[in-house]
């Protein structure tokens, strides 16, 4: 198995099963709002308390390059907005 596919199957596993309809903290917050908007375009929800603050910063990395695979915007503002939210709601 090359490295790209166990990193897809990790991401993926790590995915499975989400909700699209889950509730997050900070509901109102841009940070929350931003998440919901952009992290429901290729797969379910996942809450922020199922990682921590280093894991969510990893993930955020393979999925800034997911997304430039597919041809997705993910500018720095947000994504240190997301990252931000993140860390605040981590585990």
Request: charged share 25%; net charge positive; proline share 7%.
């Amino acid at each position: 198995m090359t490295r790209r596919t166990a990193t897809l199957v990790l991401v993926i596993g790590l995915f499975w099963g989400c909700s699209m309809t889950q509730t997050v903290p900070e509901p109102e917050s841009p940070g929350a709002k931003l998440y919901l908007k952009k992290c429901t375009q290729c797969h379910g929800l996942p809450g922020p308390k199922r990682h921590t603050a280093e894991q969510w910063d990893h993930l955020l990395v393979m999925m800034e390059s997911f997304m430039g695979e597919k041809g997705l915007a993910f500018p720095v503002e947000e994504k240190k907005l997301i990252r931000d939210y993140l860390h605040r709601n981590a585990r």
